[in-house]
């Protein structure tokens, strides 16, 4: 399966119903349908360089925040 970025921003946040919602790694994985976090983990690391994600703590989880859009 190719991973889209925009599809891991649209998951993560609905800007009318939860704009600052979080998503769990283990959540956008499951989500995507990823078995491999190889394939994701990059995509993730050059969006939070392009300050497009960014990376916080949920239940003691690695998780995301999308801050733009």
């Given amino acids: 399966m190719f991973i889209k ?23 956008l994985m499951a989500h995507l349908k990823v078995t491999d976090e190889g394939a994701l ?16 703590e949920k239940n003691g989880e690695r998780a995301f925040q999308v801050t733009a859009k």
């Fill in 41 to 56: 983990l990059p995509m993730l690391e050059e969006m939070k360089q392009l300050r497009t994600l960014r990376e916080v």
């Fill in 5 to 27: 970025k925009i599809d891991i921003l649209n998951f993560i946040t609905d800007f009318r119903k939860a704009p600052n919602e979080i998503k769990s790694l283990s959540e």
